[in-house]
């Protein structure tokens, strides 16, 4: 069997920036259990399946795909960087026609559509509530140590803590933190927590991002993802209150980086913006 196989930098213009997803194209359904095995096999923070609804579906010219995302180690229900990974795929190298394509999920239907050089993701908006830090004491601990916390959130829905540190940190101190996410699993023993995100305001002296982050998730196989956009359907919700702003330039500070343009819409989603960088084209055979 051959599967088509892609490599996309996702929320970069640069080839080995970004965040890197696979992107399979599937013809026909998988057997359940070759899904994990493929994503394994890949070890990227994400592999995605596009695959068709219907046997009449084409890649070049349908407007409607399934989509999964799976982790090296279990499936995800909602992937912003490997949905603009695929969308890439369909546009840039399958030459789909349609200007808007819509992927159905285990988040509901997603839209990607063109807009200049970018795709942009339109995405569910999560809330956060605030976060007794007692509860959550030992994994903040293990992650940033003495730093000052100037708030905490966490968002029911994507089970993320976000952790926001003081204004007085420099961009800098949030880049060179050094994190041991494996240390993680063993502070945070509830189950509550499937994701950690490390927040900044921005400073607009600089290039003029909003907000700074870094995104942790060994809780799914991931010690740090370079760029997500999952994380910031939820930071997108807290920043725009913070700030009183509805378009906002977020960069995640990982050692390969990647910038998310963000618009929160009046019907209470959030339209994510990035580019694309092609790197590997080739088949699975199996």
Same mark, same amino acid.
């Given at each position: 069997m051959h599967v088509p196989v892609f490599t996309v930098d996702a929320?970069? %213009?640069? $080839?080995?920036?970004? *965040?890197p997803a696979a992107v399979c194209l599937l013809e026909k359904d998988l057997d359940? &259990?070759?899904?994990?095995?493929? !994503?394994?096999?890949?070890n990227l923070s994400e592999t995605a399946f596009i695959r068709k609804l219907h046997p009449g579906d084409d890649f070049s010219k349908s407007?409607?795909?399934?989509?999964?995302?799976?982790? $090296?180690?279990?499936?995800? $229900?909602?992937?912003?960087? !490997?949905?603009? !990974? @695929?969308?890439?795929?369909?546009?840039?190298?399958?030459? *789909?026609?349609?200007?808007?394509?819509?992927?159905?999920t285990l988040s509901g239907e997603l839209k990607a559509r063109r807009v200049k050089d970018h795709i942009v993701l339109d995405l569910p908006l999560y809330t956060t509530c605030p976060q007794v830090?007692?509860?959550v004491?030992?994994? #903040?601990?293990?992650? #940033?140590? %003495?730093?000052?916390?100037? %708030?905490?959130?966490?968002? $029911?829905?994507?089970?993320?803590?976000?952790? +926001?540190?003081? &204004?007085?940190?420099?961009? @800098?101190?949030l880049e060179e933190l050094k994190v041991s996410a494996q240390r993680f699993l063993s502070a945070e023993k509830t189950g509550k927590v499937k994701g950690l995100i490390l927040t900044l305001k921005g400073d607009s002296s600089g290039k003029g991002? &909003?907000?700074? @982050? +870094?995104?942790?998730?060994?809780?799914?196989g991931i010690l740090e993802d370079p760029v997500t956009g999952s994380a910031h359907a939820v930071l997108s919700s807290y920043w725009s209150e913070q700030l009183g702003k509805k378009e906002m330039l977020a960069f995640q500070c990982?050692?390969?980086?990647?910038?998310?343009? #963000?618009?929160? +819409?009046? &019907?209470?989603?959030?339209?994510?913006?990035?580019?694309? !960088?092609?790197?590997?084209?080739? *088949?699975?055979?199996?």
């Open positions: 929320f970069t %213009d640069q $080839p080995f920036a970004g *965040n359940e &259990d070759l899904h994990q095995k493929i !994503a394994a096999e890949m407007s409607c795909f399934g989509l999964r995302w799976f982790t $090296p180690a279990n499936e995800v $229900p909602l992937c912003g960087h !490997a949905t603009l !990974a @695929s969308a890439a795929v369909l546009f840039h190298i399958q030459k *789909n026609t349609n200007s808007v394509l819509t992927f159905v830090l007692q509860e004491e030992e994994l #903040i601990k293990a992650a #940033i140590g %003495d730093m000052i916390v100037q %708030d905490l959130r966490y968002s $029911p829905d994507t089970r993320k803590l976000l952790v +926001r540190l003081s &204004d007085t940190y420099e961009r @800098s101190v991002h &909003d907000f700074y @982050s +870094r995104y942790f998730a060994p809780w799914n990982s050692r390969r980086g990647g910038e998310l343009k #963000i618009s929160l +819409r009046g &019907d209470g989603r959030v339209d994510i913006a990035g580019q694309t !960088a092609v790197v590997l084209k080739g *088949n699975l055979t199996f």
